[in-house]
């Protein structure tokens, strides 16, 4: 357990920690363990990887998260772009209609858009030591997104 410990990275430690309450719970729950076994693993894998990058190579692994995240904020932006009023719409189980969007649906942007602005940020200011026009520009787009969809949901 002490070697374990001591040379595991944390976050994986602290990530770990939580699905074993999470399969805890899903065991006394009789809830599905193989789902929640696939869903963890593909996290716990990714975290790992993110964490081993970032040990060896930190600039060049924020660098690679930098452009990941841009991609995807900016896919965002043209997603709203052309599809005004969502892509798709489906029915939910309940009945209710469901409106897609390119991450999802309402409640998953800021799982994607903050990270983008805190990764894009720490990479340009450990690169230049200074904020640049592309965070800028990064923030004002975020920004947009969160206000176009908090003006939609007051609708």
Known sequence: M???I????KVTLILLLYFLIYAYATYINDGNLLNLFNYSMSIISFVVWVEIILKNNPLQGLQSHKITYLIMVYVNLIFFIVF???YEQ??????EYVSRCFFGVYNQFAVTLIPAVIVN?????MRYRAIKLQSIILIITVSFTF????????K
């Open 90 to 95: 489906t029915i939910a189980n309940n009945g």
């Open 2 to 4: 002490y070697i374990l």
């Open 121 to 125: 940020i720490v990479y340009t200011y």
């Open 84 to 86: 005004p009023n969502e």
């Open 147 to 154: 206000i176009y969809f908090g003006l939609r949901l007051l």
């Open 6 to 9: 001591k040379k595991s990275p």
